[in-house]
């Protein structure tokens, strides 16, 4: 049973357009999420968060959106750039437990 | 979908004693396996890369001789903490591919804690 699921497995965007990277869970239990970046040959380096009583964290060009009702949180890159290419992995948290983490989408960014 | 399972859940030892995690691909055959380690804040260390029937590649700063690793089938690989010590109490993850790690898409499994006494 997957907690933390990501349909996506992949996606790609136009350099400077919008990159939407979806995810949906089925823990209600979970009081925060992240998203991770991973490169090839490297391990997930963490990129942003939020806490479940917030909708909405804002990090430069990177925002988080969390829809509770709906167990959807999404994360938005804008304007996208070739280094943004890479897996990105979510993950749901609760209090110091280990993450639960989806299984990736691996986002392109066409020059 | 894909399952990856790990076992024990949850690891109490003492501190010098030895502790091994098992990490199963339940449904797919696994050609590698990553071990993470994930420290406060949430962020997670890559450890080290295994890959059946060779030998892992550790990352820089992780000692091969303590965390032993051993990927002896296609569906289980299991991590030796060696001597454990306080300072590598941690939850500990694995994730698994099945295709030789070429998709990226990775199956976490559910982390092994372990406290070292």
């Known amino acids: 049973d997957q907690q933390v699921k990501q349909n996506s497995p992949s996606l790609s965007v136009q350099e400077g357009r919008i990159s939407i990277l979806n995810c949906d869970y089925t823990?209600?239990?979970?009081?925060?999420f992240l998203w991770y970046k991973k490169y090839p040959a490297e391990g997930p380096t963490f990129l942003i968060s939020?806490?479940?009583?917030?909708d909405k964290n804002e990090d430069g060009r990177f925002t988080v959106f969390l829809n509770k009702s709906a167990k959807h949180l999404s994360l938005h890159i804008v304007p996208s750039q070739p280094g943004d290419s890479a897996v990105y992995f979510c993950?749901?948290?609760?209090?110091?437990?280990?993450?639960?983490f989806g299984t990736g989408t691996r986002l392109t960014i066409i020059p | 979908g894909a399952v990856v399972s790990q076992h024990p859940s949850w690891v109490i030892c003492k501190s010098g004693t030895s502790v091994k995690i098992e990490c199963r691909s339940l449904?797919?055959?696994?050609?590698?396996m990553f071990w993470y380690r994930q420290f406060p804040k949430q962020s997670l260390m890559l450890m080290a890369t295994s890959n059946e029937g060779s030998k892992a590649t550790y990352e820089q700063g992780v000692e091969k001789d303590k965390f032993l690793i051993n990927h002896a089938s296609l569906t289980l690989s299991t991590l030796t903490v060696t001597s454990a010590h306080p300072e590598d109490s941690s939850f500990y993850i694995c994730?698994?591919?099945?295709?030789?790690?070429?998709?990226?898409?990775?199956?976490f499994g559910p982390g092994t804690r372990l406290t070292v006494l």
């Open positions: 994730s698994a591919t099945n295709s030789g790690g070429v998709t990226d898409t990775q199956y």
């Open positions: 939020i806490s479940s009583i917030k």
């Open positions: 449904d797919f055959q696994a050609t590698t």
């Open positions: 823990n209600s239990m979970f009081d925060y």
């Open positions: 993950a749901g948290g609760k209090g110091n437990e280990k993450l639960t």
